[in-house]
């Protein structure tokens, strides 16, 4: 999905993007995930627990919600959140969901939000 800007549904995607953002938490995991192995390998998560490379595939949803301290569901719901947004990208493996960084999309972002303001 790429992000223009000018037409109704860009100022819609815009403004998704900025609700997606506008919660703390939110915000903070989306930062935690621009560098997963530094924020998700301590004692509490570590990284070497991991089912699959968390740069590559993801971060696993129990690690996040470990790192947290919030119930599942609530943090499921951050991150779907997210993923609607276009940030984050949802990786299965196995009976887990993984989730990293879309760095394409929040470049789409950025850049139309320099055009829009």
Same mark, same amino acid.
């Given at each position: 999905?790429?992000?223009?800007?000018?037409?109704?549904? @860009? +100022?819609?995607?815009?403004? @998704?993007?900025?609700?997606? &953002? %506008?919660?703390?938490?939110?915000?903070? +995991? $989306?930062?935690? $995930?621009?560098?997963?192995? !530094?924020?998700?390998?301590? !004692?509490?998560?570590?990284?070497?627990?991991?089912?699959? @490379?968390?740069?590559?595939?993801?971060?696993?949803?129990?690690?996040?919600? #470990?790192? &947290?301290? $919030?119930?599942?569901? /609530? +943090?499921?719901? =951050?991150?779907?959140? &997210?993923?609607? %947004?276009? $940030?984050?990208?949802? /990786?299965?493996?196995?009976?887990?969901?993984? =989730?990293? !960084? @879309? #760095?394409? !999309?929040? %470049? #789409?972002?950025? %850049?139309?939000?320099?055009?829009?303001?």
């Amino acid at each position: 999905m790429t992000m223009r800007t000018g037409s109704q549904a @860009d +100022v819609e995607q815009l403004l @998704d993007v900025f609700k997606a &953002l %506008a919660n703390p938490v939110r915000l903070q +995991v $989306l930062q935690w $995930l621009r560098e997963p192995e !530094r924020h998700f390998s301590n !004692r509490q998560s570590p990284v070497e627990r991991a089912i699959a @490379d968390p740069v590559e595939v993801g971060v696993c949803v129990s690690h996040i919600q #470990e790192k &947290l301290g $919030l119930a599942q569901s /609530t +943090v499921s719901a =951050y991150m779907a959140a &997210l993923q609607r %947004a276009g $940030l984050v990208q949802a /990786t299965r493996v196995g009976k887990w969901t993984h =989730y990293k !960084r @879309d #760095e394409a !999309r929040i %470049a #789409e972002f950025v %850049a139309a939000l320099g055009h829009s303001l």
